[in-house]
Every structure is written in structure tokens, then in C-alpha cells.
């Protein structure tokens, strides 16, 4: 079984809402570009395996190739003549890396994640594999992390941003483009976050979550590790206590160019 495929088409013109965000600001494309993403979800546990691509340009960012088998990916890029410009990985858990090598295996293209992520996809013990797949799943580090680019990168005349939120695991990282977020497992809809796994946070998670929820704004369209994608707003009434906090943590906003909280 190959999961379920979508495909959801999202006007590049949208753009974080937050006041913090909007200070800083992201380049506006062309109008007639769209970010075209498409939502695969991985057997056995659910992942969620995305391909961004922009109308007019064949270089396509993936996050989090979670398939062991890469046909259902290798399908669609070949169908939409797409190659691979960025491998994208939220955080390290098997799932949400289980295809890494065989992908890498078909396309030359870096990879970028944290630090932290990029060491423990290296360690079946770390990735959780094998304990929790029945095999060892171990990959190459990455070839660029997050905090060696400055926490972005430039694709297709737009900006990715990446944005440090520890918790769910050492390694997670959000991304964002055009008024979208790839939460990984931070921010996932109608799920309580697993924070009992090792390495694990519940503190941290915390602390992410409420960047998240200072920074971005509610019309921001969140796509998942785990399930449908959905608008910010929704998530700011699944946890009011986060939303409502009138004192976020000083560690979350964004202070002297960094995107990350600090530690």
C-alpha cells in the first residue's frame, strides 16, 4: 500500500500574517507562481512525505521522505518532470526518514536539517528504528544544517525558512514558505505531541509551541508530520492556554536576526 495521495495547490502571494513576521518580511513572487504541494502519507505510521514545487521551475524541495519504498515520490516527479533542488528533514524519527537513502540513491541534492537531527539519523538507536520498525534504518548526516545556513535558503526566488522548536525531539525544526508551515511532529492536528519518547521534552515543546503561536499568524496553513493540513487559527483554539499566554517566553521571539528559541 502506497498511503494516500493529495494534491492541494496553495497562491504564493500568501504570506506569514504575524506582526513579527511581517517586519521582516519574505520576497514576493510572481503572482502567476504557485507553490504546488503534494501530501503522501507513509505506511506504516501515518507520516506525512511532502513535494513543494513552483509553476515554471523543474526543482522541487521534498520534507521528510518517510517511505522505505521511493515509487510513490519517483512517480510524481517523474509525471510532473520535477528533480529534487533540497531534501528537507523536521526532525529524525524513522518515519519521517525511512526513504532518505534511497532517494539520495536517485537524485543529487542536499540535505538540510539541524544539527542535532543530522547526527541521530545516523544511529538506528537514535532514529528510533530499531526499536520501534524492527530493522535498523541509518542514514548519511546531512550535508548542510540549519545553523551553517543561517537558519534559510533561497528556492526558486523565494525564501525557506527554518525555525528551531525542540520537544517532540532534539532535532525538530519547522519550515516555512509562503505563508506555509511544515510543523513535523511540534503541531499536529487533533494529536496530543508525543513527548515520552527519549530525548523527548515536554518543557521545550512548550517553549515551541508558544513561538509558534507568538509568531505566526492564524491564517498561516499548517502542514503536519501526521494528518490533514490545516489553518493556524484551528490550532489556537485547540490549545487557548498557549494562544491566549499574554507572557510568552522571552526566548521565543526572535531577537537579533535569530529565527530559533533560545536555549
Known amino acids: 500500500m502506497l498511503g ?5 495547490a496553495v497562491h504564493a502571494n500568501q504570506h506569514f500574517s504575524s506582526e513579527n513576521h511581517d517586519k521582516k518580511g ?3 513572487p510572481p503572482l502567476a507562481m504557485r507553490t504546488e504541494v503534494l501530501g503522501l502519507a507513509n505506511p506504516p505510521h501515518g507520516s506525512m512525505t511532502y513535494v513543494l514545487h513552483v509553476n515554471g521551475s523543474n526543482k522541487a524541495i521534498l520534507i521528510d521522505p518517510g517511505n522505505s519504498d521511493p515509487t510513490p515520490v519517483a512517480d510524481y516527479l ?3 518532470g520535477l528533480g529534487l533542488g533540497f531534501i528537507v528533514l523536521t526532525h529524525e524519527h524513522f518515519d519521517h526518514i525511512a526513504g532518505l537513502e534511497e532517494i539520495r540513491a536517485k537524485h543529487v541534492c542536499p540535505v ?7 547526527m541521530a539519523i545516523t544511529d538506528p ?8 520498525l524492527g530493522r535498523d534504518v541509518v ?4 550535508d548542510h544544517c540549519c545553523e551553517d545556513v543561517d537558519w534559510r535558503i533561497v528556492w526558486n526566488g523565494r525564501e525557506v525558512r527554518f525555525f528551531r522548536t525542540p520537544g517532540h525531539s532534539p532535532g525538530s525544526t519547522c519550515v516555512g514558505v509562503d505563508g506555509l508551515l511544515f510543523t513535523g511532529d511540534t503541531l499536529l492536528p487533533n494529536m496530543d505531541n508525543v513527548t515520552r519518547l527519549p530525548g523527548s521534552n515536554k518543557q521545550d515543546l512548550e517553549t515551541s509551541l508558544s513561538f509558534l503561536f507568538a509568531n505566526f499568524g492564524p491564517e498561516t496553513i499548517i502542514y503536519p508530520g501526521h494528518g490533514n ?21 522571552a526566548g521565543c521571539r526572535p531577537q537579533n536576526g535569530k529565527d530559533e528559541p533560545n536555549d
Not at 542514514?139 to 546531512?142: D, G, I, L, Q, V
Open 4 to 8: 494516500k495521495i493529495k494534491t492541494l
Open 26 to 28: 519574505f520576497p514576493e
Open 78 to 80: 517523474l509525471t510532473q
Open 112 to 118: 538540510i536539517c539541524s544539527s542535532a537531527c543530522s
Open 125 to 132: 538507536k537514535s532514529n528510533f528504528s530499531r526499536y520501534l
Open 139 to 142: 542514514c548519511r548526516k546531512a
Open 229 to 249: 493540513p490545516f489553518c493556524f487559527r484551528l490550532a489556537t483554539q485547540k490549545i487557548p492556554a498557549l494562544y491566549s499566554c499574554t507572557t510568552i517566553l
